[in-house]
């Protein structure tokens, strides 16, 4: 193989000649990095014969440039590309006190783009701001997207800075969007889930499953996920497709550097989103009158991390329950609160 790192030049109407980075891991793996678009990841692509196929899913708006992009109320799904996308750091989810839906990081151009071998580390680094005048947080976010030579996984180093002189509220939320077309199900070491509202309600006693498009609901799911980690300290969460010869997803980190976790399903669309973060996904208002917003000292900083990947069948994902794993019953909770009887949920293929 040729140097991993390459870029390419996209054509779209509205990506206006953006460049990405590309990254190749393996002869049959590469991902892309969009410096443009907070160093967010459109692309994970595996060489099936001769055709590149994207693990993530597409929405069709292509990486829209960020100079045309609107974040006002639903205006932002117009540059909502898919791929793995990041939440923050001001808000994550719907717009809230000045602040557009799930923040504007993933709108921010890099400065200081590198790209570098570091032994078996394939990495490129950047750096962005995330700046508003007078009274608004000032943040500094330094990003490491790493491929790791010879593996279909992507991690992603954080560090979020204050630069402002007075304390700021942190949200930060990871949106990999993974083109998981059911029949599957999910597969994580889950003791509670939660409805987001009332549309979960109706899905919620088959949170795990995963629904082919043409069986599926017509409206998303979110729920919340209370985890429990391994004894490394690290939490697995997989989307296991029934077909085994179609690739499994995972995502996998430390709950105590990403202490929430969301669960979106649109298997109409063929999408779901396993999304770690320090925060839910109902805006910074609901948030702060939860009393569960992260505030960060000027001049203090966080770190966050995370590792995505791609394998064929659940084999090989490290973490996940070993087979035969005894069923568990989890706590089903409504969006208004009330608990719901458990229902018993295989942890093992």
């Given at each position: 193989?040729d140097s991993?790192f390459g870029?390419r030049v996209?054509d779209?109407?509205r990506?206006?000649?953006?460049?990405v980075?590309?990254?190749?891991t393996?002869?049959?793996?590469?991902?892309a990095?969009?410096?443009?678009?907070?160093?967010d990841v459109?692309s994970?692509?595996?060489l099936?014969?001769?055709?590149?196929?994207?693990l993530?899913?597409?929405?069709g708006?292509?990486?829209?440039?960020?100079?045309l992009?609107?974040?006002?109320?639903?205006?932002?799904l117009r540059?909502?590309?898919?791929?793995m996308?990041?939440?923050?750091?001001?808000?994550v989810?719907p717009?809230?006190e000045g602040f557009?839906?799930?923040g504007?990081?993933s709108m921010?151009p890099?400065?200081?783009?590198v790209?570098?071998?570091?032994?078996?580390r394939?990495v490129?680094?950047?750096?962005?701001?995330?700046?508003?005048?007078?009274?608004?947080?000032h943040?500094?976010?330094?990003?490491?997207v790493v491929g790791?030579s010879?593996?279909?996984?992507?991690r992603f180093e954080?560090?979020?800075?204050n630069?402002?002189?007075?304390?700021a509220?942190?949200?930060?939320?990871y949106?990999?969007?993974?083109?998981?077309?059911g029949?599957?199900?999910?597969?994580?070491?889950?003791?509670?889930?939660?409805?987001?509202?009332?549309l979960a309600?109706?899905?919620?006693?088959?949170?795990?499953?995963?629904?082919?498009?043409?069986?599926a609901?017509?409206?998303?799911?979110?729920?919340d996920l209370?985890?429990?980690p391994?004894?490394d300290?690290?939490v697995?969460?997989?989307?296991?497709?029934?077909?085994q010869?179609?690739?499994?997803?995972?995502?996998?980190?430390?709950p105590d550097?990403?202490s929430?976790?969301t669960?979106?399903?649109h298997p109409?669309?063929g999408?779901i989103?396993?999304?770690?973060?320090n925060?839910d996904?109902?805006?910074i208002?609901?948030?702060?009158?939860?009393?569960?917003?992260?505030?960060?000292a000027a001049?203090?900083?966080?770190?966050?991390?995370?590792?995505?990947?791609?394998?064929v069948?659940?084999?090989?994902i490290?973490?996940l329950p070993?087979?035969?794993?005894?069923?568990?019953?989890?706590?089903?909770?409504g969006?208004d609160?009330?608990?719901?009887?458990g229902s018993?949920?295989?942890?093992?293929?």
């Amino acid at each position: 193989m040729d140097s991993p790192f390459g870029e390419r030049v996209l054509d779209g109407a509205r990506e206006q000649g953006m460049k990405v980075a590309v990254v190749r891991t393996r002869e049959d793996f590469r991902f892309a990095v969009a410096p443009r678009r907070g160093m967010d990841v459109p692309s994970a692509e595996v060489l099936r014969g001769e055709v590149w196929e994207n693990l993530f899913w597409e929405s069709g708006t292509g990486v829209v440039d960020p100079a045309l992009c609107d974040v006002n109320g639903r205006a932002w799904l117009r540059g909502f590309f898919g791929g793995m996308l990041t939440c923050g750091p001001e808000n994550v989810g719907p717009p809230a006190e000045g602040f557009p839906s799930h923040g504007s990081l993933s709108m921010t151009p890099a400065g200081e783009v590198v790209s570098r071998t570091e032994g078996e580390r394939l990495v490129v680094e950047g750096k962005m701001a995330v700046r508003y005048a007078l009274t608004g947080p000032h943040f500094e976010v330094r990003r490491r997207v790493v491929g790791l030579s010879g593996r279909t996984a992507i991690r992603f180093e954080d560090r979020v800075t204050n630069v402002g002189s007075h304390p700021a509220e942190l949200m930060w939320k990871y949106h990999p969007c993974f083109a998981v077309c059911g029949p599957g199900a999910i597969l994580a070491p889950v003791v509670r889930a939660r409805a987001r509202d009332v549309l979960a309600d109706l899905g919620l006693e088959d949170w795990r499953r995963v629904a082919a498009p043409a069986d599926a609901c017509e409206f998303e799911q979110v729920f919340d996920l209370e985890v429990e980690p391994g004894q490394d300290g690290f939490v697995t969460v997989a989307g296991l497709p029934d077909d085994q010869e179609r690739p499994a997803v995972y995502v996998r980190y430390r709950p105590d550097n990403l202490s929430r976790l969301t669960l979106w399903k649109h298997p109409r669309e063929g999408v779901i989103g396993i999304e770690p973060g320090n925060c839910d996904v109902m805006g910074i208002s609901t948030e702060r009158e939860r009393g569960t917003l992260e505030v960060l000292a000027a001049g203090a900083s966080r770190d966050f991390e995370v590792e995505i990947g791609f394998v064929v069948g659940s084999r090989g994902i490290e973490g996940l329950p070993k087979e035969g794993a005894a069923t568990r019953t989890v706590g089903l909770v409504g969006s208004d609160g009330t608990p719901r009887q458990g229902s018993p949920a295989r942890e093992a293929t």
